[in-house]
């Protein structure tokens, strides 16, 4: 069964230093979005992205964020300069495009991002 | 805008007897809702999703949910758990103002003792 994947699983970064995260969405998939859940805290949506713009965003979603498909298969999120409060779990996730209505979305395992 | 609200942050039942994990939505509009399971390290899989045709919504792995509009729920059941079960449990909705985004509650944790 296709599924997304995340990589790298976890990342530590220095506070202020630029970090990417990479997920592959299933590959016949057209929508594209991020989520956070910081510690303790629910999942929250951070951006989506279809035909290579971003469709919608959230208010945490500010100038640090950036997201880009650089080819056919990668979707990217990076922060400029990490804050210690962006450590969190990162989610990718995708859906299928086609109709009206609501689209499932299937996430990746995430990425756990620690900014020291 | 739209919230969900996990009523359980824990839940713990013994292995073969019945799983509830309770969810309440707000939302102005018809709302498409979902159920997510959470392994450890592992990414969000769907069980089942409600938008608006049947109110009672089988999924994988034995689980259901009702869609009660009145009550403004969706909770999720199983007849019977079982130990592979232990996982988080996210109650998610989406609202017809925008398909993209999902809102999700905070969680349910179910343990099964054995």
């Known amino acids: 069964e296709p599924e997304v994947t995340q990589t790298p699983s976890h990342q530590v970064t220095q506070m202020g230093q630029e970090v990417i995260l990479r997920c592959v969405p299933i590959?016949?998939?057209?929508?594209f979005y991020w989520y956070r859940q910081i510690l303790g805290q629910k999942v929250e949506f951070l951006v989506s992205f279809y035909n290579n713009e971003i469709s919608e965003k959230s208010e945490i979603f500010d100038d640090q964020f950036s997201v880009e498909r650089p080819d056919g298969s990668n979707f990217t999120l990076k922060i400029r300069s990490t804050k210690l409060e962006d450590s969190a779990m990162y989610f990718c996730?995708?859906?299928?495009?086609?109709?009206?209505?609501?689209?499932?979305?299937?996430f990746g395992p995430g990425t756990r991002l620690t900014v020291l | 805008a739209q919230s969900v609200t996990q009523l359980d942050s824990h839940v713990s039942v013994s292995e073969g007897t019945p799983v509830l994990l309770r969810c309440n939505y707000s939302?102005?509009?018809?709302?498409?809702l979902f159920w997510y399971v959470q392994h450890p390290n592992k990414g969000l899989q769907l069980l089942l999703k409600?938008?608006?045709?049947?109110?009672l919504v089988k999924g994988i792995n034995g689980f259901e949910a009702e869609f009660k509009k009145s009550e403004t729920s969706f909770h999720l059941t199983k007849p019977s758990a079982h130990m592979s079960d232990a996982a988080e449990y996210f109650c998610v909705v989406s609202d017809q103002d925008n398909f993209n985004k999902f809102y999700f509650g905070s969680g349910t944790k179910l343990n099964v003792k054995p």
């Open positions: 590959s016949n998939h057209l929508y």
């Open positions: 996730a995708s859906s299928a495009s086609g109709g009206l209505g609501v689209k499932t979305q299937y």
């Open positions: 409600y938008t608006s045709a049947a109110t």
């Open positions: 939302s102005s509009y018809s709302p498409s």
